[in-house]
Nanobody
Framework: QVQLVESGGGLVQPGGSLRLSCAASGTIFSVYAMAWYRQAPGKEREFVARITPGKSTNYADSVKGRFTISRDNAKSTLYLQMNNLKPEDTAVYYC??????????WGQGTQVTVSS
């Protein structure tokens, strides 16, 4: 079974930065498009950023210019560099595939809290 483990979240002040990691196991990570999602309290899970096997990327409008998605296929790890964080970025962040075959089981997510 595919396992996804998110890490790197924490408490940061507005304008600060965090780098999230998503370690995947049980799959050939390099062949899958991957994405970051987030879910804030009382809100639905939303798309944040996507990266293809060829490393092309796209982002939700709310994070364009601030977040950068990347991947290290040799380490089966997905990253999200988050800069200029805003309070509205506060959420639990999850990673998963965006393959048409469906998502893998969700990991535990990592909490990002942006507050002064």
């Amino acid at each position: 079974q595919v396992q996804l483990v998110e890490s790197g979240g924490g408490l940061v002040q507005p304008g600060g930065s965090l780098r999230l990691s998503c370690a995947a196991s049980g799959t050939i990570f390099s062949v899958y498009a991957m994405a970051w999602y987030r879910q804030a309290p009382g809100k639905e899970r939303e798309f944040v950023a996507r990266i293809t096997p060829g490393k092309s990327t796209n982002y939700a409008d709310s994070v364009k210019g601030r977040f950068t998605i990347s991947r290290d296929n040799a380490k089966s790890t997905l990253y999200l560099q988050m800069n200029n964080l805003k309070p509205e970025d506060t959420a639990v962040y999850y990673c998963n595939t965006v393959s048409s075959g469906g998502v893998w089981p969700w990991g535990q997510g990592t909490q990002v809290t942006v507050s002064s």
